[in-house]
């Protein structure tokens, strides 16, 4: 606990002299662009945020080395490994110039140095077929970059609004702390913990007032980083969690991002590429937090912007609470990734349709605003 209490108080401190120096550098790191679909943003914030959470990690890692030696290379290795992912993303938050494929490259590039370095394979996932395939280096470390590479992506998909994709993050790190203390494997638990410490460092300055945001830099990097700590429970302990355990874990951000591709590409034949405002946090944000329709004042955005995340706090829960009960059972694990996909499109179709449960809308105003439709 100590170890989360330090990376968390570091990563409160960075954070803070970021926003306090906003003036020297908000012509380089703010957000000044208001217009974009996945806009919802009052006034311009610094967008590199993911900086105080690398400083809060580094900081755990300094500690580590002077108590527990293997927690402060692996913690080190990480760190290491993830700097593609954090440099290419702290780049595009800094000069807005980084494309997304090379972003992505980056991100892969992380994923085989942590092949390379720490065996960060992905083995086994429960399928016999694919299983079998698995067994050739070639084909796990493709599978694993390929793993990797769309997890990080999917981070930064949910990156929307002030809390979301960190608070997220916090509770997926704290389902993998959970089971890597049932499985003995403490060098994880210690891991994931600096993880979650460094991430609530920043989440107090981003939640609910937004003050800084984490960037293409930081949601890269932390994508990068649950992914890699799933890999290494999987592999460290292949007899006692299940493979299924890190997907139904990681299944929302993930299942956004599969969604999203399916929508774009067969239901408005659009580049799956190509960003728009119709994500389910996007339509949460603009179909049921409806009081504050129709105020465009700073700081009833930024409080309609805050209200939006727990929401989805919620739905990441639905499947990481059934992931924490049954993190040995494959069979089980299974079924509820096929119960949070249903519940998933159920709850989109109904929200896009204007037919949101009456209980889930905030009463107020109940003008909706008509978006973008399918």
Request: aromatic residues 10%; charged residues 10%.
């Amino acid at each position: 606990m100590l170890i989360l209490i330090l990376a968390m108080a570091v990563s409160i401190g960075a954070t803070l002299l970021i926003i306090r120096s906003a003036r020297a550098h908000g012509h380089l790191s703010a957000d000044h662009d208001f217009s974009g679909p996945q806009k919802f943003h009052a006034k311009a914030v610094p967008r590199i945020g993911g900086l105080g959470i690398v400083v809060g990690l580094v900081s755990a890692a300094i500690f580590l080395s002077f108590n527990d030696a293997p927690a402060a290379r692996l913690a080190g290795l990480l760190l290491i490994c993830g700097l593609p992912a954090f440099a290419a993303g702290l780049v595009e938050d800094l000069t807005k110039r980084v494309s997304p494929k090379i972003r992505l490259v980056a991100v892969a590039a992380s994923a085989l140095l942590a092949i390379l370095l720490m065996d960060a394979a992905v083995t086994r996932t429960g399928i016999p077929g694919l299983d079998t395939l698995l067994t050739w280096p070639a084909a796990a470390a493709l599978l694993t970059v390929f793993g990797v590479v769309g997890f990080a992506n999917s981070i930064n998909i949910i990156d929307g609004f002030n809390g979301l994709a960190s608070m997220c993050v916090v509770i997926m790190l704290g389902a993998i702390c959970y089971v890597a203390f049932q499985s003995g494997d403490l060098l994880i638990a210690t891991i994931a913990l600096a993880g979650i410490g460094a991430v609530l460092g920043f989440f107090m300055w981003n939640f609910p007032a937004g003050l800084i945001f984490l960037g293409d830099g930081g949601a890269y990097f932390l994508g990068f980083f649950v992914a890699e700590v799933s890999i290494l429970l999987l592999a460290r302990n292949p007899d006692d969690v299940s493979p299924l355990f890190p997907l139904l874990v990681c299944i929302y951000p993930v299942f956004e991002t599969l969604f999203s591709i399916y929508r774009r590409r067969f239901l408005r034949a659009v580049p799956p590429t190509m960003p728009d405002g119709i994500h389910l946090h996007s339509l949460i944000y603009r179909r049921m937090i409806r009081w504050a329709v129709g105020n465009q004042s700073a700081k009833a955005l930024t409080r309609r912007n805050s209200l939006t995340s727990p929401y989805l706090w919620c739905l990441c829960m639905l499947s990481v609470v059934p992931a924490v009960l049954f993190w040995d059972n494959t069979a089980v694990l299974a079924v509820f990734l096929l119960l949070f996909a249903f519940t998933y499109v159920a709850l989109y179709w109904r929200i896009v349709r204007f037919r949101a449960p009456r209980w889930l809308i905030l009463p107020g105003n109940t003008r909706p605003d008509p978006g973008n439709d399918l």
